[in-house]
């Protein structure tokens, strides 16, 4: 039935569809990935963009959410690479966070995703891609292009990493 | 906290956290009106405040003045010493070997001078390795940063995109086309042993924190088959190195939650596959079942279709006819000493989501598991749920539980010795009648326990299994029930359970059957099964689930004892 009705929209409608469904997903997305409101904001611009201009080339190996993803963090990591966004300093504290924050977000939150978002690139990439979008092992693995297992040692090094904001949850390593 | 708990946190943090970005209303509306408008470029604007245009000016001028005394030549073949290195990774993976190297190469491009004291030394071949290794790692970190970087790190850095001339950019454009052609040349040539070396510890360090100084240690070996054109890469390192390391919590990768390493003798080892060209295949995990098989599908194939002839009678036409899945999977029998399930080799003919036959093969010895119609079985089972509630409604006229809870609500393990007894007593009768009037749900369930169909013998109904024999109170010349628990207790003690778990399950039953009247039985079973959540009893994989003791009532003589497993059925415990 999905994919009748998606046959049958036009690719203005389509679009509008993706727009209102994925536009807040892929703000934090892109955020998480550039550590920037107004470059989150781009990107996003970017990937739906990119989106539109390949509705043809969507062949639905994958789900759609993960098609958007895999185009937004491209568009990230080409952003991230320019000398622009080298040159200016996107370390991030879990004060810098209350401007994007819910107002009622805990500091423990806020803590957690400051140092999720001080990750080291492929960890990051991983906790992401895998925890926070809750993308299959295989999905996550077929977007870094590595296998499972390297997808699961770095989701090992990023929780230990993160093991002492985990904890205040109970986590155990085992 | 498990896997799925962490995923909830970090969703919750980050949606909270990150749900105040706002959204743009007139989105749809811009790409449609920038894909109207696209000239093939993409266009992104950038909000730029004034002092940051302040220091990119002063970048732009102090990197001009860099540019001014390099070239491009230079860098260029900086560059491609950067990118043949394959340094990509955090620094602190990095050799000495490699920290000199890329120093020599900065010190070529003009990058750095041996002005600075630290590039004298590294480059002091007369210092000692570990020596040159620290002071260029000092002077490659204070350039590029500790953390990570690649060789797209270093060409921005030394070279920034914004400030190349259209020249600069084309030539750089030239370069970098040229560059990635030869590598994808390179990528599709066969196998050099130094190649498969290379790949070998680059995987190492990708799957786990396994550090350069342990790499040394390494051995690589590998085999080429010829017939598929793949390489299987095994290394190995001496255990003693690898534990002593491990004290210090460095490494993990034989962590044994990530299931990748094996140990053989005093060496643990790791195995992968490449393809002929080095694609990476896959990790060779020593758990699964296509790793533990000894049988080759094609072998087992002829085995599963002898059992499917022999047992169901079933010709070949009729399989060549159907398509064919075949697996390596885990089969529904639990090796108690190796706690797993045994692998099997699974073939399924059918239709997806129409299957006909299957059948489980021993992937280690060819024993046939299972072999059986998919359509009989359905058919058959929808014929024992009939029988089943007729049966349940002879015992609910009768005024018998049939659903074998009590009025308290309480299954039938927790009832009382008199409660069982008044329930045998009146269920029985009616339940071996019931058998005796319909035969061919008798030899159903005795095809059940042959495994002729689909359905796994301990799915036997718990009202047949506690209906085979009969229960009662004890008679004056019996031992206690007390006394009775604790000889078993004693006996699974001696069979090596935890004390600490016998004595905080409150799980336990005991029976008193008294199927033959003049020998009666204390039967008890000694659970040992908490839930997974239960920290404080983690489930041991290869331990029993309990212990079932057999005892004259009269004598307390142990008659039998069972140790429970995961194949173990309820119809064997009562």
């Given at each position: 039935?999905?994919?009748?009705?998606?046959a049958?929209a036009s690719?203005?409608e389509?679009?509008?569809?993706?727009?209102?469904?994925?536009?807040?997903?892929?703000?934090?997305v892109?955020?998480?990935?550039l550590?920037?409101?107004?470059?989150?904001?781009?990107?996003?611009?970017?990937?739906?963009?990119?989106a539109?201009?390949s509705?043809?080339?969507?062949r639905g190996e994958?789900s759609?959410?993960?098609w958007?993803?895999?185009i937004a963090r491209?568009?990230?990591?080409?952003?991230?690479?320019?000398a622009w966004?080298r040159?200016v300093?996107?370390?991030?504290?879990?004060?810098?966070l209350?401007?994007?924050?819910h107002?009622?977000?805990?500091?423990e939150?806020?803590?957690l995703?400051?140092a999720?978002l001080q990750?080291p690139?492929k960890?990051?990439?991983a906790?992401?891609?895998?925890?926070?979008?809750g993308?299959?092992?295989?999905e996550?693995?077929?977007i870094?292009?590595?296998?499972q297992?390297?997808?699961?040692?770095?989701?090992?090094?990023?929780?230990?990493r993160l093991?002492?904001?985990l904890?205040g949850?109970?986590?155990?390593e085992r | 906290?498990?896997d799925k708990?962490?995923?909830?946190?970090?969703?919750?943090?980050?949606?909270?956290?990150?749900?105040?970005?706002?959204?743009d209303p007139?989105l749809?509306?811009?790409?449609l009106?920038?894909a109207?408008?696209?000239?093939?470029?993409?266009?992104?604007?950038?909000?730029?405040?004034?002092?940051l245009?302040f220091?990119?000016v002063m970048?732009?001028?102090?990197?001009g003045a860099?540019?001014?005394?390099?070239?491009?030549?230079?860098?260029k073949?900086y560059?491609?010493?950067v990118?043949t290195?394959?340094?990509?990774?955090?620094?602190a993976?990095w050799?000495?070997?490699?920290k000199?190297?890329?120093?020599?190469a900065?010190?070529?491009?003009?990058?750095?001078?041996?002005?600075?004291?630290?590039?004298?030394?590294a480059?002091?071949?007369?210092?000692?390795l570990?020596?040159?290794?620290r002071?260029?790692?000092?002077?490659?970190?204070?350039?590029?940063?500790?953390?990570?970087?690649d060789s797209?790190?270093v060409?921005?850095?030394?070279?920034?995109?914004?400030?190349?001339?259209?020249?600069?950019?084309?030539?750089?454009?030239?370069w970098d086309?040229?560059?990635?052609?030869q590598w994808?040349s390179?990528?599709?040539q066969?196998?050099?042993?130094?190649?498969?070396?290379?790949?070998t510890?680059?995987h190492?360090?990708?799957?786990?924190?396994?550090p350069?100084?342990?790499?040394r240690?390494?051995?690589?070996?590998?085999?080429?088959?010829?017939q598929?054109?793949?390489?299987?890469?095994t290394?190995?390192?001496?255990k003693?190195?690898?534990l002593?390391?491990?004290e210090?919590?460095?490494?993990?990768?034989?962590?044994?939650h990530?299931?990748?390493?094996y140990?053989?003798?005093?060496?643990?080892?790791?195995?992968?596959?490449?393809?002929?060209?080095?694609?990476?295949?896959?990790i060779?995990?020593?758990n699964?079942?296509?790793?533990?098989a000894r049988?080759?599908?094609?072998?087992?194939?002829?085995?599963a279709?002898?059992?499917?002839k022999?047992?169901?009678n079933?010709?070949?036409?009729a399989?060549?006819?159907l398509?064919?899945?075949?697996?390596?999977s885990?089969?529904?029998?639990?090796v108690?000493e190796?706690?797993?399930?045994?692998?099997?080799?699974?073939?399924?003919?059918?239709?997806?989501?129409?299957t006909?036959y299957m059948?489980?093969i021993d992937?280690?010895?060819?024993r046939?598991?299972?072999?059986?119609?998919w359509?009989a079985s359905e058919?058959v089972?929808?014929?024992?749920?009939?029988?089943?509630?007729?049966?349940?409604?002879?015992?609910r006229?009768?005024?018998?539980?049939?659903?074998?809870?009590?009025?308290?609500?309480?299954?039938?393990?927790?009832?009382?010795?008199?409660?069982?007894?008044?329930?045998?007593?009146?269920?029985?009768?009616i339940v071996?009648s019931?058998l005796?009037?319909?035969?061919?749900?008798?030899?159903?369930?005795e095809d059940v326990?042959?495994?002729?169909?689909?359905?796994s013998p301990?799915s036997?109904?718990n009202?047949?299994?506690?209906?085979?024999y009969?229960?009662?109170?004890?008679d004056?010349?019996?031992?206690?029930?007390?006394?009775?628990?604790?000889t078993?207790r004693?006996?699974a003690?001696?069979?090596?359970?935890?004390?600490?778990y016998?004595?905080?399950n409150?799980?336990?039953?005991?029976?008193?059957?008294v199927?033959?009247?003049?020998?009666?039985?204390?039967?008890?079973?000694?659970s040992?099964?908490?839930?997974?959540?239960?920290t404080?009893?983690?489930?041991?994989?290869?331990?029993?689930l309990?212990y079932?003791v057999?005892?004259?009532?009269?004598?307390?003589?142990?008659?039998?004892v069972?140790?429970?497993?995961?194949?173990t059925?309820?119809?064997?415990?009562?």
């Open positions: 039935m999905e994919d009748a009705r998606e049958a690719p203005q389509r679009l509008a569809s993706l727009v209102k469904e994925h536009q807040a997903m892929l703000l934090r892109c955020y998480a990935y550590c920037d409101a107004e470059d989150a904001r781009d990107a996003v611009q970017e990937t739906f963009f990119k539109y201009k509705f043809g080339g969507f994958c759609e959410k993960s958007l993803i895999q491209n568009t990230c990591l080409d952003m991230r690479r320019s966004h040159r300093d996107r370390r991030i504290r879990a004060e810098d209350d401007s994007v924050a107002p009622e977000a805990a500091g939150e806020k803590e995703t400051a999720i990750l690139p960890l990051k990439d906790v992401i891609l895998y925890y926070f979008q993308l299959s092992m295989q996550t693995a077929d870094l292009r590595i296998s297992p390297s997808v699961s040692g770095r989701l090992s090094r990023a929780r230990k093991k002492a904001f904890e949850e109970g986590y155990d | 906290m498990s708990h962490v995923k909830e946190t970090i969703q919750q943090a980050m949606n909270h956290t990150l749900c105040g970005l706002s959204q007139f749809t509306q811009r790409v009106w920038r109207a408008n696209d000239k093939g470029e993409a266009q992104m604007k950038k909000k730029i405040s004034g002092s245009i220091a990119f970048t732009l001028l102090l990197a860099a540019l001014a005394i390099t070239n491009w030549d230079s860098l073949q560059f491609e010493t990118r290195m394959d340094t990509e990774g955090e620094l993976r050799s000495d070997e490699d000199v190297s890329l120093l020599q900065m010190e070529e491009a003009g990058l750095v001078t041996r002005e600075d004291g630290r590039v004298q030394t480059l002091d071949a007369s210092l000692p570990s020596e040159r290794g002071a260029a790692s000092r002077v490659i970190a204070e350039r590029y940063g500790e953390d990570y970087f797209h790190t060409e921005q850095r030394e070279f920034p995109r914004e400030e190349r001339s259209p020249q600069e950019q084309a030539d750089y454009t030239q086309q040229q560059y990635w052609s994808n390179l990528e599709k066969p196998l050099t042993e130094s190649r498969i070396y290379r790949d510890m680059n190492l360090t990708e799957i786990g924190e396994f350069r100084s342990l790499l240690d390494v051995q690589v070996s590998y085999d080429f088959d010829e598929q054109r793949t390489y299987t890469v290394a190995a390192i001496k003693e190195l690898y002593a390391k491990r210090t919590g460095q490494v993990s990768l034989f962590d044994p990530q299931s990748v390493g140990e053989s003798g005093d060496t643990l080892c790791f195995q992968f596959w490449l393809d002929e060209f080095g694609a990476f295949l896959g060779k995990n020593p699964s079942p296509q790793a533990r049988l080759s599908l094609e072998e087992a194939q002829v085995i279709e002898k059992a499917l022999v047992r169901l079933v010709d070949q036409d399989l060549d006819s398509p064919l899945r075949a697996t390596y885990e089969s529904g029998e639990y108690q190796e706690g797993r399930f045994r692998a099997a080799c699974t073939f399924i003919w059918g239709e997806k989501g129409d006909r059948v489980d992937a280690q010895t060819g046939v598991i299972k072999a059986f119609d359509q058919a089972l929808e014929q024992s749920r009939a029988w089943m509630a007729q049966l349940e409604e002879l015992l006229e009768a005024g018998v539980s049939a659903d074998l809870f009590n009025r308290q609500g309480e299954y039938i393990w927790q009832w009382s010795l008199q409660e069982r007894a008044e329930w045998s007593q009146a269920a029985r009768p071996r019931f005796d009037e319909h035969p061919e749900f008798v030899r159903y369930l326990l042959a495994s002729r169909y689909a359905q301990s036997w109904p009202l047949i299994s506690l209906t085979q009969a229960y009662g109170l004890p004056h010349q019996a031992i206690s029930q007390d006394k009775a628990y604790e078993a004693e006996v003690l001696s069979l090596g359970a935890s004390r600490q016998i004595d905080e409150k799980n336990h039953v005991i029976y008193y059957d199927t033959d009247p003049n020998r009666p039985l204390w039967k008890v079973h000694i040992l099964i908490f839930g997974d959540a239960d404080a009893h983690p489930r041991e994989p290869t331990a029993p309990g079932f057999v005892m004259d009532a009269h004598t307390g003589e142990v008659l039998m069972r140790e429970r497993t995961v194949n059925g309820i119809r064997e415990l009562v």
